[in-house]
């Protein structure tokens, strides 16, 4: 076991799996000679050189789309996008495309691709760098999506997402890129996509959560009423979601409050509670609450405090649904 932060857990990821299977590539902007705006990928051009870790032009959807033809034709690639903001020219590639081969040809093709996106808000960040454009991957049917909360998660889950045969959004939330240190296994290991994890068992309300919100709503849980007791979610899979765990959770507590960064309207909170509701509804003492960010552009740096959630917010929701009658 080695400390490690997020950004250590991915790049050791990343080498073990460079080193396990030759077909895995490594493709993006600065992610060579540089490694990396925020050095996730140091080290590894140095290790790997060029016809492994390729530097591209400043062309999102071209790296989407050479990743798909790459991953077609007996590659891994894990391609990277420098911020969340620009994943969105990607979208055509990877609805389009990446999402659709293996119905498109009947299962004699998949897409087994990674892409890399630092992801979320919290770092000061001018336009289309603190964005939150999870529920854009979610919505397309083909694609897998992830998101780590801690450095252990980020590995077991890239390693996974590197073996999977099907394409797998892996989204980084860069405020908790180098914030977390925790004890890493320094052998490879997975954690299966799909299967949320229970962070912290309690009786009387669960809050579901994933990525840098999960370090909030434990904050949270710091914070409420001693006679509060709080069953803490980290969902780390975002597709497939575990709707069952949440359910158990739900049945036992009756109360649920669902927590993410990106916008209210359509966020995938809503999709959390359409679920609670559809399996849990009798089990409600009441209504589920979310907590997210508002239905603005993320605001600069000067107001962008205003705009995540943060735990007072948390613990409000918290208080509301534990004080309905």
Same mark, same amino acid.
């Given at each position: 076991?080695?400390?490690?932060?997020?950004?250590?857990?991915?790049?050791?990821?990343?080498?073990?799996?460079?080193? %396990?299977?030759?077909?895995?590539?490594?493709? #993006?902007?600065?992610?060579?000679? &540089?490694?990396?705006?925020?050095?996730?990928?140091?080290?590894?051009?140095?290790?790997? #050189?060029?016809?492994?870790?390729?530097?591209?032009?400043?062309?999102?959807?071209?790296?989407?789309?050479?990743?798909?033809?790459?991953?077609? &034709?007996?590659?891994?690639?894990?391609?990277?996008?420098?911020?969340? #903001?620009?994943?969105?020219?990607?979208?055509?590639?990877?609805?389009? %495309?990446?999402? !659709?081969?293996?119905?498109?040809?009947?299962? !004699?093709?998949?897409?087994?691709?990674?892409? +890399?996106?630092?992801?979320? $808000?919290?770092? +000061?960040?001018?336009?289309?760098?603190?964005?939150?454009?999870?529920?854009?991957?979610? %919505?397309?049917? $083909?694609?897998?999506?992830?998101?780590?909360?801690?450095?252990?998660?980020?590995?077991?889950? *890239?390693?996974?997402?590197?073996?999977?045969?099907?394409?797998?959004?892996?989204?980084?939330?860069? +405020?908790?890129?180098?914030?977390?240190?925790?004890?890493?296994?320094?052998?490879?290991?997975?954690?299966?996509?799909?299967?949320?994890?229970?962070?912290?068992?309690?009786?009387?309300?669960?809050?579901?959560?994933?990525?840098?919100?999960?370090?909030?709503?434990?904050?949270?849980?710091?914070?409420?009423?001693?006679?509060?007791?709080?069953? *803490?979610? &980290?969902?780390?899979?975002?597709?497939?979601?575990?709707?069952?765990?949440?359910?158990?959770?739900?049945?036992?507590?009756?109360?649920?409050?669902?927590? &993410?960064?990106?916008?209210?309207?359509?966020?995938?909170?809503?999709?959390?509670?359409?679920?609670?509701?559809?399996?849990?509804?009798?089990?409600?003492?009441?209504?589920?609450?979310?907590?997210?960010?508002?239905?603005?552009?993320?605001?600069?740096?000067?107001?962008?405090?205003?705009?995540?959630?943060?735990?007072?917010?948390?613990?409000?929701?918290?208080?509301?649904?534990?004080?309905?009658?």
């Amino acid at each position: 076991m080695t400390i490690m932060n997020m950004v250590q857990a991915i790049n050791s990821a990343l080498q073990q799996e460079m080193q %396990h299977d030759k077909t895995v590539l490594l493709l #993006g902007e600065d992610v060579g000679r &540089n490694g990396g705006v925020f050095r996730v990928t140091e080290g590894l051009w140095q290790k790997f #050189g060029d016809e492994r870790v390729i530097d591209t032009p400043l062309a999102e959807s071209a790296i989407a789309g050479v990743s798909i033809g790459l991953a077609v &034709n007996g590659f891994k690639p894990v391609a990277e996008i420098q911020f969340d #903001g620009f994943s969105i020219p990607t979208l055509d590639q990877l609805i389009n %495309h990446a999402g !659709r081969i293996r119905t498109r040809s009947r299962g !004699r093709f998949n897409v087994p691709m990674v892409l +890399r996106v630092p992801y979320g $808000g919290g770092i +000061r960040a001018l336009e289309h760098h603190s964005d939150s454009p999870e529920t854009y991957f979610i %919505h397309a049917p $083909g694609l897998k999506v992830v998101c780590p909360a801690t450095p252990y998660d980020a590995k077991g889950l *890239l390693i996974s997402a590197i073996r999977d045969p099907d394409p797998v959004i892996f989204l980084e939330p860069k +405020r908790i890129y180098r914030a977390i240190k925790e004890e890493v296994p320094d052998e490879a290991y997975e954690i299966k996509i799909g299967e949320a994890q229970v962070v912290q068992e309690g009786t009387d309300v669960t809050v579901v959560s994933y990525g840098a919100m999960l370090r909030v709503c434990k904050e949270a849980a710091e914070k409420v009423a001693d006679n509060t007791s709080v069953e *803490l979610i &980290n969902l780390r899979s975002l597709k497939p979601f575990d709707a069952e765990a949440i359910a158990e959770s739900v049945k036992k507590t009756g109360r649920v409050v669902v927590v &993410n960064e990106a916008p209210k309207m359509m966020g995938f909170a809503a999709e959390i509670i359409a679920t609670i509701n559809e399996k849990t509804f009798l089990y409600l003492r009441a209504p589920p609450v979310r907590v997210t960010g508002f239905d603005t552009i993320v605001p600069l740096p000067k107001m962008e405090k205003y705009y995540f959630p943060d735990a007072a917010r948390v613990v409000k929701a918290i208080d509301s649904v534990m004080e309905f009658e």
